[in-house]
């Protein structure tokens, strides 16, 4: 239990996918001007990621690891493939759930639903989670069940919501300034970006 | 032939990849914290672009239009391993320093806006020349933001010392927060604005 609260704090505030890792980045810029849709776009990465990593555990530790179909045999090469084939799949099964219970949060979604396959923090997360595996059992970052990889999930997924509700805020109020025309928009989010990352870096000596 | 220049040279410069249409972000700060993993990087995206680019082009006519997205991932994905297994025994530390973004070139928004945006319409040595174009531009924003981040963070290029020791010795410091995360984004954001200073039909308005 005292291990599952750990991980999931560390991975909210230390490990944070956009601050640290810069994962999902793209959609993290492009969808974050105004509160509303990256809320929506905030949960739906949260969901996609607390179905797609229990999945993807189960497959790398069941199916591809060593010695696990076959005696001998090591699949775990094959492992970026069919992540992304279950990412995608989910992701369609996703867009096809809000299509049919909430046509308003699909309008505003539009596009970036289908990207949430092309969505770094999704397959990152999964690599993350398939580097901790072979971590010592002692570590916070150790990832040692289905339970911890939900709270791995949860973590991120909320460190990454955090991340973007709180830019879009910032970017509604931004565009009223007069900043100089060429750092206008994309130069003025990055450097935002970039404060906000070193307010973050403060959780890192947190000791959890 | 002028064509095929023209579709090498402009996401060099004003159709860049990473600094004007914003893709691929995610890995292009990541890995900047030192120029070798920045031009391993570079090149690999470089190879894996041109190679599913071409790919995809040839195929363009005999995919189902429905299941276009799950074909491009799953030859990105391909070529993604191969890469990363050559990495693994051929560049071992790059590969390690590289850690999880090699696998990350498979979700790198360039690969899928190019195969969408150029491979699916255009023919195989288009999407080649298309490919090694985008590919470069990515490298050169990531040899540009590493080259600043080294230097100034570590004093070296390289792994190599260049910044002279008499210099330490009157006071001089290494600026360890240039290899923190957020100073990646903060040069980025930093290029960008010189770049729209300098062609102002790039500024949004």
């Not at chain 1, 005292?2 to 993290?28: K, P, Q, T, W």
């Not at chain 1, 699909?106 to 969505?119: D, K, M, Q, R, T």
């Not at chain 2, 070798?36 to 599913?52: K, Y």
């Not at chain 2, 195969?115 to 490919?131: I, K």
Request: with cysteine.
């Amino acid at each position: 239990m005292e291990h599952f609260i750990s991980l999931f704090v560390r991975s909210i505030f230390v490990d944070n996918m956009i601050f640290a890792f810069f994962l999902g980045m793209c959609s993290y810029l492009a969808v974050s001007k105004n509160v509303k849709t990256a809320l929506g776009l905030g949960l739906a990465v949260i969901f996609v990621l607390c179905v797609t990593l229990p999945v993807n555990y189960l497959l790398y530790t069941k199916v591809l690891g060593p010695d696990c179909l076959v005696e001998g045999v090591d699949l775990s090469f094959l492992s970026f493939i069919l992540f992304i084939a279950v990412i995608a799949g989910i992701v369609q099964l996703v867009e096809m759930v809000v299509e049919k219970f909430s046509p308003s949060l699909y309008a505003s979604l539009g596009i970036f639903l289908p990207l949430i396959a092309v969505n770094c923090a999704i397959m990152g997360a999964s690599l993350f989670m398939q580097q901790r595996i072979t971590m010592s059992p002692d570590s916070t970052q150790y990832i040692g069940g289905v339970s911890d990889c939900l709270a791995y999930a949860l973590g991120s997924g909320l460190g990454w919501l955090l991340a973007i509700v709180g830019l879009a805020a910032i970017r509604e109020k931004l565009s009223y300034n007069a900043a100089p025309a060429a750092l206008k928009g994309l130069g003025l989010t990055f450097i935002t970006v970039g404060l906000m990352a070193m307010a973050f870096m403060c959780f890192s000596g947190l000791k959890i | 032939m002028s064509n095929l220049k023209e579709t090498f040279l402009t996401p060099l410069g004003l159709n860049n990849p990473v600094a004007v249409q914003v893709l691929g972000i995610c890995s292009a700060l990541a890995v900047t914290a030192q120029l070798e993993p920045a031009i391993v990087m570079g090149l690999s995206v470089t190879i894996i672009l041109a190679l599913a680019n071409v790919v995809i082009s040839l195929l363009r006519n005999t995919i189902p239009n429905r299941i276009r997205i799950i074909v491009q991932l799953v030859v990105v994905a391909t070529l993604v391993t191969i890469v990363s297994e050559v990495l693994k025994a051929f560049a071992y530390d790059v590969s390690v320093a590289l850690s999880v973004y090699v696998g990350l070139i498979i979700t790198n928004c360039i690969l899928m806006g190019r195969l969408e945006a150029f491979a699916m319409a255009n023919g195989p040595v288009d999407s080649l020349v298309d490919g090694i174009g985008n590919g470069l531009g990515y490298a050169i924003i990531l040899v540009i933001v590493a080259f600043i981040r080294e230097l100034f963070g570590a004093g070296t290029l390289f792994g190599y010392q260049v910044i002279p020791d008499c210099l330490y010795e009157a006071g001089y410091m290494n600026c360890g927060l240039m290899l923190m995360p957020p100073m990646a984004l903060i040069i980025l954001g930093c290029i960008i604005w010189a770049m729209r200073a300098k062609n102002p039909e790039l500024q949004e308005k």
